[in-house]
């Protein structure tokens, strides 16, 4: 019998599963793994969902499963928390910066974004309060006249 | 069976089902890329709100119905969504000025859930919660605009809102399983949100420059199911058209 990976082995796995819709970021960035756990020789993993209608939300378990079974672990118990409700301020540190490397601008609690994440100017618009997936909206930059997204805080 | 529960989660749910496909209807037909965005995302949180809701109606009632078997196989007397709901589109104004009626009563319902004495039902509100204010802040401003826009917007936003203010009454209606719920601290009873909503109302349509009806009258029968318009029947037919002509098709 193999040992049993540790849980800090199995967030390091799962810190490098990408975001479905944003692969720039992992699911650990995201926040949205709330536990991990052995439970015997079961391993319970807690997810909360970011929204209640994200069509990722199945495409997320299941690379999430994927990715467990690569490591060697065949018993996986996947749970559903809606409570306390996931919140943009688990976006880890690092997920941040990611996002805006990758031209998505943070969240921030002023509910807009800081800076044009292409320039950095500050002079931005808003287009739409909804984009391209549940968690994005749609802004522009008034120096570089680029279109860019920004992730809503929730 | 927990009936009550079971109803009352049915009530939650088919108003999110119903609101949902609604929008959804909006789909590559908005007047800009941006509001078709909009309109699209809003449709998919409602629908994300149904699958919970619906989905708890179906573990308390412990008949192995799932939110899929409660959304697609039940008939039009069965839904106890408010006939707020199921009212057609109309134009883009009606449809936002529709979804300010309800979202601003769900903002308040919610806000009240959270404190639900059933931790499942807690849960659900606390998450709906906050896409909910997301869609008040959308639909309040928009009908602010239009309302407060140009001549046309004006005279197309009043007549929506003459249209559908007979619908509001019934957000707020009682009956014993309204007491029932009220009495257990599931929910709070309808009624008691009414002076907020009526407080928002008034200074949200006196922003928009728009007169709200004298008459409070309203129409009622949704809610617990004896009186559905002819709407929901052929909106129910256009969703439900494939699960009944192929019954547990999978994708
Ligand atoms: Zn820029």
């Not at chain 2, 039940?74 to 009606?94: C, I, K, T, Y």
Request: aromatic share 8%; net charge negative; charged share 25%.
């Amino acid at each position: 019998m193999v040992a049993q990976p540790s849980t800090d082995e199995i967030w390091a796995v799962l810190a490098r599963v990408p975001d479905p819709e944003i692969p720039a970021i992992s699911l650990t960035d995201l926040g949205i793994i709330r536990d991990i756990a052995w439970e015997g020789e079961t391993l319970a993993v807690t997810v909360t969902p970011t929204y209640s209608g994200c069509p990722a939300t199945s495409l997320i378990n299941f690379e999430i499963e994927t990715a467990l079974r690569e490591a060697g672990i065949e018993r996986i118990d996947l749970r559903r928390q809606l409570a306390p409700p996931w919140t943009t301020d688990w976006l880890s540190q690092e997920g941040r910066a990611k996002l805006e490397a990758y031209g998505i601008a943070p969240p921030t609690a002023a509910r807009g974004p800081e800076k044009c994440p292409r320039c950095g100017s500050t002079h931005v618009e808003r287009i739409s309060q909804f984009g391209s997936t549940p968690c994005k909206a749609q802004w522009r930059c008034k120096e570089c006249r680029e279109p860019f997204d920004y992730f809503k805080c929730i | 069976m927990d009936q009550a529960l079971f109803e009352f989660c049915l009530r939650m749910g088919d108003n999110t089902l119903v609101l949902g496909h609604r929008v959804s209807e909006w789909c590559g037909h908005a007047p800009v890329l941006e509001e078709d965005i909009a309109l699209a995302n809003t449709a998919l949180d409602l629908i994300g709100q149904t699958q919970l809701w619906l989905g708890l109606a179906g573990e308390v009632e412990g008949a192995g119905r799932d939110a899929d078997a409660l959304a697609f196989r039940r008939d039009a007397w069965d839904f106890r969504s408010v006939l707020l709901v199921e009212q057609p589109n109309g134009d883009f104004g009606q449809t936002i000025l529709r979804q300010y009626l309800f979202d601003q009563y769900q903002a308040l319902m919610l806000a009240e859930l959270v404190a639900s004495s059933d931790a499942r039902v807690s849960a659900i509100a606390q998450k709906a919660a906050k896409e909910v204010a997301y869609h008040l802040d959308r639909s309040r401003d928009t009908v602010v605009g239009l309302g407060d826009g140009t001549d046309e917007s004006h005279t197309r936003m009043q007549a929506a809102l003459d249209r559908l203010y007979p619908f509001v009454g019934e957000l707020f209606g009682e009956d014993d399983l309204d007491r029932e719920v009220a009495a257990r601290g599931i929910a709070p009873l309808p009624a008691s949100l009414r002076a907020a909503y009526d407080a928002a109302l008034a200074a949200t349509m006196d922003e928009a420059t728009l007169a709200l009806p004298d008459s409070r009258w309203s129409q009622s029968g949704g809610r617990d199911g004896t009186r559905h318009s002819e709407h929901l029947g052929h909106l129910l037919t256009e969703m439900q058209w494939l699960q009944r002509a192929y019954p547990d098709a999978r994708w």
